[in-house]
């Protein structure tokens, strides 16, 4: 599988270089858990500065040109909607599933982006339903065959990323954890190199167990046949977008078609790899946030977007007159084109390629394969397009869909709440019993005193959840942290 540079650009695998590592490196030992010296082997020190998203350095690293800032007071809000959805998740998906896309399309609130990706890609739901299930896989040795290649690919996952960046650190090791477990889950399919950045993507939002289910889910669901052998549907993808490319921008393929190049030559690891390795950081988790709602539409739609801002016009193709110049060209793309803002405005609203689009020309290029190469080797399931495929194809319970949070924090708005509740029934049961006593001519002894201090209301905190705070994930009840 082709590679890629620290910027955009595809490289052969011959190209880089490959250190062993070992299992012994992966040991769960005290070292392994942080930096330390795992990471000023590699270079890094502990004085370095990470971006919002844990880089520190490389192409993916956060700008102010490549990602867009949303306020703090609008991030809240969101937070508050999303929190909702999350409590009633079978609802919102049954009734008022266009507006979440909506929301989905906006951008998922990051304190809150792992909970929602598991949740759109149904891997809560596998999660709940085959409990026990990822413990078991962890604890097997695996299939050395695949022990060793994935132990080879574990210092290539974003290397600039400070959950990535020491060698054996926590990071390493919850991926080689994931990817093992995945080999095991399915020993037909074993492993490949472009499953290691997508659970790389998922460990960077959730615990190794939730990536474990995330990465089933977008194997399964979102792009069978992907990592199998023969890569089969990744080629039959291909064609797919070269089709429908013909119709957004034909004079881009008059352009590949006139130099014969194939799509699998500069789109197989825009799609393997769902775009990880090729946007800006900011680009590639609205893409996700997308990805996970709307299924694989949205990867078209990108791919589609990137060739027609690259070889849509006559100005554009003067610099590439050959086959080799398009590969550079589309090695190197224009930072204008994906940035944030330009890529998610193009997605959603200047290419409106629906799933019956892609699965209109699907069976097209399908019957065509049939009669040029014969049947697929790979039997890969149906893809489902979307969350609300997945939740329709497979109806969860309300049980697995019941979050089960960690950490629970009492706000101090229902400290207060309790306190003055517990005043006002003192107050009731007094006046009751002074009622009482004047029924029965019984005179009620008062207190001239005054009461003890622990009666006494205790002052509010200053700090409340409803005082504007710009903390993350309030709720006037409890803070629930997952």
Known sequence: MARIEPGNGLQSAESIKSLRGTRESLALT????????????????????????????????????????????VLRQREAKWLDMLNNWDKWMAKRHKKMKLRCQKGIPPSLRGRAWLYLSGGKVKREQNKGKFEELD?????PKWVDVIE?????????HEMFVARGGHGQQDLYRVLKAYTLHRPEEGYCQAQAPIAAVLLMHMPAEDAFWGLVQICEKYLPGYYSVG????QLDGEIL???LKRVSPLAHRHLKKHKLDPILYMTEWFMCAFSRTLPWASVLRVWDMFL???VKIIFRVGLVLLKCMLGSQDKLKTCQGQYETMELLKTIDTRYMLEGFLVREVIIELPLSERDVEKEHLAQLRRWKETRGELHCKSPPRMHGAKAIMAAEPPSRQDLRQNPTIIVESSLATN???EGQEEDKARIKTKEQKNGKKNGTPVASNPEPSDTSTKPTPPLKDTPLQGSNQSLISTEHDTYL
């Open 30 to 73: 005290d070292e392994g858990n942080s930096f330390g010296s795992d990471s000023e082997l590699n270079g890094y020190t502990s004085e370095r500065q990470t971006d919002k998203y844990g880089f520190i350095g490389g192409a993916q690293q956060y700008s102010e040109q490549s990602a867009e800032d949303i306020p703090p007071e």
């Open 417 to 419: 709440k309790n306190v």
């Open 293 to 295: 709602c709307e299924g």
């Open 231 to 234: 890569l089969e549907a990744i």
């Open 242 to 244: 070269f089709a429908l």
């Open 152 to 160: 080879k690919d574990l210092h290539r996952q974003f290397p600039f």
């Open 139 to 143: 604890r097997q040795a695996g299939d």
